[in-house]
């Protein structure tokens, strides 16, 4: 079972990793929840998701590509699923902070290796790459990125 305080530590984790980013794009955002979490924590939030389950929240139902016009001052995802690597690309064309934690991969790696390609790619794209985690069980590891 999920932690259900997986969002609001993913919040606080990325105010105090990334303290100057107050508008968010959360990529595969879901139902909002994320997007509530960080909305709550003061942080103006875009959600992007195809499948919107009509959460309180500002959200664009349609999918999220490297041609969004960048309105914000960092991307972050929760579990993202197959827009985890969009969310590093699109972090490094805009010069953007990224914030992620991975679960599936979108090629079928498993979960040790993904993590590694994420952090290779983030650095190839000119982004300075670290990895942190949060304080619960499950998929915890996060990833997060900076322009260099």
């Known amino acids: 079972m999920a932690d259900k305080r997986r969002f609001e ?3 606080k984790l990325v105010e105090r990793r990334l303290p100057g980013a107050k508008r968010l794009f959360d990529v595969a955002g879901g139902m909002g ?7 709550a924590h003061g942080l103006d939030v875009l959600t992007f998701d195809r499948r919107w389950k009509r959460a309180e929240v500002n959200y664009a139902e349609r999918l999220f590509t490297l041609e969004e016009p960048c ?3 960092a991307i972050v995802g929760m579990h993202p699923d197959g827009a985890t690597r969009i969310i590093v690309e699109y972090a490094a064309k805009h010069g953007r902070p990224f914030a992620i934690v991975p679960c599936c991969s979108d090629n ?3 979960y040790k290796p993904w993590m590694r390609h994420l952090a290779e790619l ?3 794209l000119s982004l300075d790459v670290i990895e942190d985690a949060l304080p619960m ?3 915890a590891r996060v990833l ?4 260099r």
């Open 9 to 11: 530590l993913f919040a």
């Open 122 to 124: 983030g650095s190839s």
């Open 71 to 73: 309105t914000c001052d």
């Open 108 to 110: 079928g790696m498993s």
């Open 144 to 147: 997060i990125g900076t322009p």
């Open 33 to 39: 929840k994320l997007n509530a979490a960080l909305t």
């Open 137 to 139: 069980e499950g998929r």
